[in-house]
């Protein structure tokens, strides 16, 4: 689970809000005056977690700079999170705070030391509703955040083989809250879901769509049972879909809109043309939008790279490239005229 500063997510407020715990309460007795605490968020739109990541830095007096920074080397680190401040002088703490009832605690199994279980009660004692409430708030933002975001801080590693054979990957793999098109033809309903080659060397123009028709729910006597025991609880109960059959799959041309057939499953291949035809038509703006969506997949192709680049590169250094070597994030160019341009 990847989880991100607030202060990456929105800077501004973060410093506003800031949630100060000022002097020890109750028989604490800590040498430092005062807790600044960081709170780090899953920003997956998918995961419905209720946790605060919590980094507890202890300070004394008043604190000036306080900000997450993943650029600067000679700073506070915990995990892949650095930070810097002038007048921090220990590593910061990591806890968990339960945004449901309001419990907070070690992350797991964590072995604290005496000290960290004293910073552990001081935010305890300190933490206050409206603490919460502002965490709650910010929980919301990252959610939020994440639909457009999360990819940039999800494990892509099980691509790393796939991306040089010509894997594709599909668009709701990034992006899973977006759903696929539902659309009609022939008296029947149909799913259409768009993949995309993410190889940064390769210099295809298509996306492949494939179709299916869907079968409607079935509501068998023990679903029925399943949701009325969900509501006895209080829980929200799971949805009655039904089942989708592949019909084929299409490739779509982003340059010309030509239309070609992959593979067929079922029927033939004049009719998974005419599906595609009608998915077409029916959807507003989606030649569009395939273009757009298939110019973000090349650049999430570049940074899957770059992100195995690094894992591989990790903790060792790797060497730098010279300015005409192929570029290592493998995108055919020149070194000098891809990645070293950032430099």
Do not use: M
């Given at each position: 689970m990847s989880v991100v500063p607030f202060g990456i997510i929105n800077k501004p407020k973060a410093i506003k809000e800031s949630v100060i715990i000022f002097q020890p309460l109750g028989p604490v007795a800590l040498s430092h005056r005062s807790l600044t605490l960081m709170d780090l968020y899953c920003v997956n739109p998918e995961c419905d977690c209720a946790l605060a990541h919590i980094d507890v830095l202890r300070h004394d007096g008043e604190i000036q700079g306080l900000e997450p920074d993943l650029?600067?080397?000679?700073?506070?680190?915990?995990?892949?999170?650095?930070?810097?401040?002038?007048?921090?002088?220990?590593?910061?703490?990591?806890?968990?705070?339960?945004l449901d009832n309001g419990a907070v605690s070690f992350p797991g199994n964590y072995r604290a030391k005496?000290?960290?279980?004293?910073?552990l009660d001081q935010v305890r004692q300190g933490l206050t509703k409206d603490h919460i409430s502002i965490f709650r708030r910010h929980r919301k933002e990252a959610k939020a955040w994440g639909?457009?975001?999360?990819w940039q801080y999800a494990d892509w590693s099980y691509l790393k083989k796939g991306i040089k054979k010509g894997m594709c990957v599909f668009w709701n793999e990034v992006f899973p809250q977006?759903?696929?098109?539902?659309?009609?033809?022939?008296?029947?309903?149909?799913?259409?879901?768009?993949?995309?080659?993410?190889?940064p060397s390769c210099n295809c123009t298509d996306v492949i769509i494939s179709i299916h028709r869907?079968?409607?729910?079935?509501?068998?006597?023990?679903?029925?049972?399943?949701?009325?025991?969900?509501?006895?609880?209080?829980?929200?109960?799971?949805?009655?879909?039904?089942?989708?059959?592949?019909?084929?799959?299409?490739?779509?041309?982003?340059?010309?809109?030509?239309?070609?057939?992959?593979?067929v499953e079922?029927?033939?291949?004049?009719?998974?043309?005419?599906?595609?035809?009608s998915l077409l038509r029916m959807t507003d703006g989606l030649s569009g939008e395939l273009n757009r969506r298939y110019q973000f997949m090349r650049d999430f192709g570049l940074h899957v790279t770059k992100q195995r680049q690094q894992q591989a590169a990790s903790p060792a250094t790797a060497p730098q490239p010279q300015r005409n070597d192929p570029c290592p994030c493998g995108?055919?160019?020149?070194?000098?005229?891809?990645c070293g341009q950032l430099r």
């Open positions: 650029a600067e080397q000679k700073v506070h680190q915990v995990g892949e999170i650095k930070y810097k401040a002038a007048q921090i002088t220990e590593e910061p703490v990591r806890l968990e705070l339960n005496k000290t960290e279980e004293e910073i639909n457009d975001n999360y977006v759903k696929p098109w539902i659309f009609k033809a022939d008296d029947a309903d149909y799913l259409a879901a768009d993949q995309y080659c993410v190889n869907i079968h409607p729910a079935t509501f068998s006597f023990f679903a029925r049972l399943r949701a009325l025991a969900c509501r006895l609880i209080g829980r929200k109960a799971p949805p009655e879909v039904g089942h989708a059959d592949i019909i084929g799959t299409v490739k779509y041309n982003v340059k010309t809109g030509h239309r070609k057939v992959d593979a079922r029927g033939r291949h004049e009719d998974l043309l005419r599906l595609a035809g995108s055919g160019k020149k070194y000098k005229k891809c």
